[in-house]
Nanobody, 124 residues
Framework: QVQLVESGGDSVQAGGSLRLSCVAS????????MAWFRQAPGKEREGVAT????????YYTRATKGRFTISQDKAKSTVYLDMNNLKPEDTAMYYC?????????????????WGQGTLVTVSS
C-alpha cells in the first residue's frame, strides 16, 4: 500500500514563505504524476500544482503560478512545494497526491493515492 506523508505546514505572516514536503513510500518513478492540492475551510478541494516525474514538467493554477514551485528529489522519494509571498487566501490543508496513470496536463483528475495533509495558516 502506497503511503504519502506530508510535512512542513505552519502558521506564517502574509508575505512569508514555507516549504512543504511529501515523502512517498515508493520510488517516484512508479508514479506518472505527483500533485499538491489544498482545501480551505468551507471550500472544495482544489489543485495547486502538478509535476510529471519522468521529465519534470510542471503545471500551476492561476492562483499559485509565480509564487509556488513544485519539485522532486527522486533519491529521497520526496516532492516539495515551495510557497513564497503567501497570502491569507492560501490558508488551507495541503495534500499530496500521486497517480500511476496518465493525467491530462492541466487537470487534477485521476489521482490514486493521497496523504493526510499538512495545515498552512497565513495571517494578515
Amino acid at each position: 500500500q502506497v503511503q504519502l506523508v506530508e510535512s512542513g505546514g505552519d502558521s506564517v505572516q502574509a508575505g512569508g514563505s514555507l516549504r512543504l514536503s511529501c515523502v512517498a513510500s515508493d520510488i517516484l518513478d512508479n508514479f506518472i504524476v505527483m500533485a499538491w492540492f489544498r482545501q480551505a475551510p468551507g471550500k472544495e478541494r482544489e489543485g495547486v500544482a502538478t509535476i510529471y516525474t519522468a521529465g519534470g514538467s510542471t503545471y500551476y493554477t492561476r492562483a499559485t503560478k509565480g509564487r509556488f514551485t513544485i519539485s522532486q528529489d527522486k533519491a529521497k522519494s520526496t516532492v516539495y512545494l515551495d510557497m513564497n509571498n503567501l497570502k491569507p487566501e492560501d490558508t488551507a490543508m495541503y495534500y499530496c497526491a500521486a497517480s500511476e496513470r496518465s493525467v491530462v496536463y492541466g487537470t487534477f483528475r485521476g489521482f490514486d493515492y493521497w496523504g493526510q495533509g499538512t495545515l498552512v495558516t497565513v495571517s494578515s
